[in-house]
């Protein structure tokens, strides 16, 4: 990891701190408030913990991304958990052959940046 590189990374974390210590949920209440301020803690740390031996530029450079969508849309939604995807599974193929294999791919392919790493600490 370049420094250019790990000072931005220490800076989206420092930047997720800061946000959860000045989170207000939507509700208003105190202790939806804390319970909030904690995932919103508890995931920065998951996740960052998760990511810090990764050395592939690329790898870095999506995960970057993802932390800065997922603010992004915490701050706009106002909800820090991250946004499901509305389609049920396997809505639009059988439960067999190769549709199904097919429709698992472009699941994959299509979910969206700020879900890459949900699914895999949940």
Not at 35 to 54: D, G, H, P, Q, S
Not at 79 to 100: N, S, V, W
Request: hydrophobic share 30%.
């Amino acid at each position: 990891m370049t420094p250019a590189t790990r000072q931005e990374v220490l800076g989206l974390y420092r930047k997720v701190l800061q946000i959860a210590k000045n989170w207000q949920s939507a509700s208003g209440q105190i202790e939806e408030t804390m319970r909030e301020k904690e995932y919103i803690r508890n995931e920065a740390r998951t996740l960052f913990r998760k990511n810090k031996n990764v050395t592939d530029p690329e790898l870095i450079k999506q995960c970057i991304e993802e932390c800065e969508a997922r603010i992004e849309i915490g701050l706009h939604y106002n909800i820090p958990y991250p946004r499901p995807i509305h389609l049920p599974p396997m809505g639009l193929a059988h439960k067999q052959g190769r549709t199904l294999r097919h429709q698992e791919k472009l699941r994959k392919i299509s979910k969206p940046i700020y879900l890459k790493s949900h699914d895999e600490i949940s």
